[in-house]
């Protein structure tokens, strides 16, 4: 039996169990995908423990854990250089672990499947952990005008800020408040809206009606955030399409899409 | 989701994640068990690893790694104190780990359950590996008059002889080589009989009708070894009663027992 599984603090949450296993069960894969508790300063320990385990074929990343795993990896892709930062993780032949991150390509994925281009548009990120910085790059190399980056930690905006200024010259980009007036689309990429008590991760009331508001936070589906946006009219963009995009990108890389 | 899983190598063979699977589902319970596969030179990282994920809840072990288990664990029972062995792990409250070995017993279930009760018998055991050694201590406190013990390797059995006579003076041990014909009870306790080419553990053309034969290996569930016996006329007892009375107790253990 090949073993896989995601690696995150919390984890009951998460969608990638039920959707890798439906794609096993469907497919007749003696397989299994697993949501595995593994606390921040856990990481190490277990990181290296599963990848001695020698029928675990495949490792997904989630909070807090995407930057964290990156010195643990032996080979890390163009998009985990570029980002600092991993979702996915694979053994190679050789029995070494490689690692790469699709947040911000299956970010984009699920944007257009909604019918959203952003190339030319002004954007507000919120949110420069692992997720936000890998929907960052992948907004600054789809042409976005203008980037603002809020995060709670100002230093991690602002050096976001400035490593998709280095990269991408052409995209403005500086750190912010969280205001979304001025923004065409306005993205969600902290945790806020997982748990139901969470706040609002910015003033929903200075949302302007046709500003695009996706989230990251897959579960609920409707979070309290695109719940307030599209009470305004706003269209909106759910952390389950950016999921399903995401792990399309993933299995691929796992070895796992479909044979034609 | 609590995770168990089973740690070997060869691990395609093992019985534990259909039976353990199977009563998860019968009983309803968010929980699987997996087959991990551990090279003996990963164990103690795949160990620290696997019991830093904090929804594993308890961990089997099988060959090669019952012994070898032992140093890694914070705390053993005394049954595994007793034999050196573990069997069977699980997280405790605090967060340590604690094994116990629960081999013997099972094998004095399997036996048991069979109609044979070991009292005042004279028996040969051949394998002085973790599962022998658990075999050997139980038989002795069930009573048996003597113990033969056999190994490739004569210093193992050697050893296991001398540590059975400590613990139960009135057992009269001794390391032989691997013959039947004196015995009223004949044990196989080491791997021979899982790979379809493995010679017999011991020439059965010595067996005396009337000689129980036990085989540990499990599957298949008739070694080569039990078809070989019963075609001499004698009783048998399987791995797999050695296993489902094994795995009755370790199911206890983890906190598994059906409520009442």
Known sequence: MRLFGILGDPIDAVRSPDFYNAEFARRGLDAVFLPLLVRAEDLAMAWRGLTHVA??????????????????????????????????????PDGRWEGEMFDGEGF??????AGHDPAGRTVLLVGAGGAGRAIAFALAGAGVLALDIADADGGSASSLANAIGGAFPDCTTRAVDPDPGPHSVVVNATPMGMRANDPLPFDTARLAAGTVVADVVPNPEVTPLLAAARD????????????????????????????R
């Open 232 to 259: 305004r009219g706003c269209p909106i963009v759910t952390g389950q399409q950016m999921f399903e995009a995401q792990a399309a990108l993933a299995m691929g890389f796992l070895g796992l899409a479909e044979p």
């Open 55 to 92: 029928n675990f074929d495949g490792l997904v990343l989630t909070m807090p854990h995407k930057r964290a795993v990156v010195p643990l990896l032996d080979e890390i892709g163009p998009t985990a250089r570029l980002t600092d930062a991993v979702n996915t993780a694979r053994r190679l």
């Open 108 to 113: 984009l994925g699920g944007l257009r499947a």
